[in-house]
């Protein structure tokens, strides 16, 4: 069966520090991959996928960026995180041709 | 392009008493609907989904969603609501061919009471 990995789980950052966190699942190959932020009473934007290794199609521009280095891997990277990055950061891959998703447990950055 | 529309940001209901929460999309092609929930500090899980055929879908906890293409509605029913149920859910659409991009509604918090 598939699983999805996320960490960390929660993370505490000061303003102008770096970011990155890691996502990776296990079961599939070749899996298209995303990165969703959730903002406290919002709902989910998705802020990056991959088709596949080396590629990363942006949906929302910000300073953040995200790496695919190896096939069921997916890293979101920032070089100086904001007030405003804090949130819910959630990774998810999707199986077969309908769309359906899969998400991980999630990571909860707090930038002071 | 697709969206989905949440009407109740929140939904307070007793324990055993019926609930539905209400999910309207809109697209111009064919399109698959899904509903998630999401328990705190937890990812989303999927709870149902629609794809093709009976447009009636169950879960196996109990909720059930009927996918109306005339009102182009999905609405997420439960007959007999617990307390575990209490969590948020959201809706979402993806439309077929392509990319297959997945547009989710903002969440519908169910709070059951006691």
């Known amino acids: 069966s598939q699983t999805i990995h996320q960490w960390p789980a929660t993370l505490v950052q000061p303003v102008g520090s770096p970011l990155s966190l890691e996502c990776t699942v296990e079961g599939t190959s070749n899996p298209n991959l995303y990165w969703y932020r959730q903002a406290a009473g919002r709902g989910l934007q998705l802020l990056f996928y991959?088709?596949?290794?080396?590629?990363i199609s942006s949906e929302v521009p910000q300073n953040l960026s995200a790496s695919r280095p190896q096939d069921r891997q997916f890293i979101l990277s920032s070089k100086k995180l904001l007030l405003s990055d804090s949130g819910f950061y959630l990774c998810?891959?999707?199986?077969?041709?309908?769309?359906?998703?899969?998400f991980g447990p999630g990571t909860r950055l707090l930038v002071l | 392009a697709q969206s989905v529309t949440q009407l109740d940001s929140q939904v307070p209901v007793f324990e055993e008493a019926p609930v539905e929460l209400r999910c309207n999309y809109s697209s111009s092609v064919s399109v698959y609907l899904f509903w998630y929930v999401q328990y705190p500090n937890q990812g989303l899980q999927l709870l149902l989904k629609y794809l093709s055929g009976s447009t009636l879908v169950e879960s196996i906890n109990g909720f059930e969603a009927e996918f109306n293409k005339s009102q182009t509605s999905f609405h997420l029913r439960k007959p007999s609501v617990h307390i575990s149920d209490t969590a948020e859910y959201f809706c979402?659409?993806?439309?077929?061919?392509?990319?297959?991009?997945?547009?989710f509604g903002t969440g519908t918090k169910l709070q059951v009471i006691p």
């Open positions: 979402a659409v993806s439309t077929s061919g392509g990319y297959q991009k997945v547009t």
């Open positions: 991959s088709v596949g290794i080396g590629q």
């Open positions: 998810a891959w999707r199986m077969g041709q309908t769309g359906t998703q899969y």
